[in-house]
């Protein structure tokens, strides 16, 4: 099981009721994700960014409304395959997240990293259109909210002791 934390913006776009039930406990080894919608200028851009290690994926705003679910688990998987992950984790992560709901973003943690994120994103624009390369990107990027007091994570590193000491540990 796993839930789709939404923002405001999100909640309405998706016609979700103002009232949802807190998020449940994730069955993935990522965790629950927290999905916002960006705009820079005309152009707007779904962020959803894991709660465990801040790994974001990119997502098409433009029909969120049918596919949220599809793109988002396609993008995680096309995110896992091109970290390197073996198939047998990236597959076992994708079918923990069946079935998805939706619950209103609250981590303040997770949240300001987006909104770094977002920050990041609208100077990558610039050179970068491919989502999956933005996304590695953002995975490459230094994060305080998931590192030491000494130091910052990297959401990649994260997310692949995550999932690799779960499959060791087996």
Known sequence: M??????????????????????APASTRLGNWYVHLARFGHQQIVLATSERCLLTVLLPARQLRASIENSFRHAVAELLTALQLPPQIVSRELAAMQPISFAAASNKRVLGSMSDFVRQL????QQIADPLHLSLRLSDTPMSAIGSDATCGLPYEVARDLLVSYDTSQ
């Open 122 to 125: 609208d100077y990558d624009l």
């Open 2 to 23: 796993l839930t789709l934390c939404c923002t405001r913006v999100v909640r309405n776009r998706l016609h979700l009721p103002a009232q949802l039930p807190a998020p």
